[in-house]
């Protein structure tokens, strides 16, 4: 299985709800990453987590709490969120070490943030 | 540092046609290089990667790219253009080893004309 499942595919929220995105992946990768695409822009880094602790943090907001809670599972949990956060949210996977460190991407979340 | 120039922020082509996408890196040490496609409103794609192996290297869907080191290039071509192919394409550099930040080049859109 090389795939990287993400949901929701769109999700529309109000500047006060709360929201959580969701990947996963069942390739055994031990790192996975967060991306924030804007339109004809290359994505993002905002997050990474190797063994299920965050090891980078690209000094995202706040309103963005990434989770590891286990190493299939990466969540992005949304709140407070402003308009000029809507994107696509990407979730990655790949090998913590060797040479097959490509990363593989989920289909994305599309957020609307009204 | 490391860094990915993409030149050509569109191409086009007509089907049946050879297809060049340019792409120049700048790295300190010796980079993992990668070319990931992006159809509308989908995630990345994985096309092929470089690294430190052979030089030509094969992907899919008939892509192929070539390192030259003396240029810094790593060009990406396929000799006919399918429809199917338009696309947003985006020239990557890493480390060699281990999970890395990637660097994206900023793309380049590939139209295909009947």
């Known amino acids: 299985d090389t795939e990287v499942t993400q949901t929701p595919k769109h999700l529309v929220m109000g500047m006060t709800n709360k929201k959580s995105l969701k990947c996963e992946q069942h390739?055994?990768?031990?790192?996975m990453y967060w991306y924030k695409q804007k339109a004809k822009k290359p994505p993002e880094l905002m997050f990474v987590?190797?063994?299920?602790?965050?090891?980078i943090n690209e000094s995202v907001p706040s309103r963005f709490s990434p989770e590891c809670p286990n190493s299939s599972l990466l969540n992005l949990h949304l709140h407070a969120l402003q308009p000029e956060d809507s994107a696509l949210y990407l979730c990655?996977?790949?090998?913590?070490?060797?040479?097959?460190?490509?990363?593989?991407f989920g289909p994305g979340t599309r957020l609307t943030v009204l | 540092a490391q860094s990915v120039t993409q030149l050509d922020s569109h191409v086009s082509v007509s089907e049946g046609t050879p297809v060049l996408l340019r792409c120049n890196y700048s790295?300190?040490?010796?980079?993992?290089l990668f070319w990931y496609v992006q159809h509308p409103n989908k995630g990345l794609q994985l096309l092929l990667k470089?690294?430190?192996?052979?030089?030509l290297v094969k992907g899919i869907n008939g892509f192929e790219a070539e390192f030259k080191k003396s240029e810094t290039s790593f060009h990406l071509t396929k000799p006919s253009a399918h429809m199917s192919d338009a696309a947003e394409y985006f020239c990557?550099?890493?480390?060699?080893?281990?999970?890395?930040?990637?660097?994206f080049g900023t793309g380049t859109r590939l139209l295909v004309s009947p």
């Open positions: 990655a996977s790949s090998q913590v070490s060797g040479d097959n460190n490509e990363q593989f």
């Open positions: 390739m055994g990768h031990r790192a």
């Open positions: 987590y190797s063994y299920e602790k965050l090891s």
């Open positions: 790295s300190s040490y010796s980079p993992s």
């Open positions: 470089y690294t430190s192996a052979a030089t």
């Open positions: 990557v550099v890493s480390g060699v080893t281990g999970f890395q930040k990637l660097v």
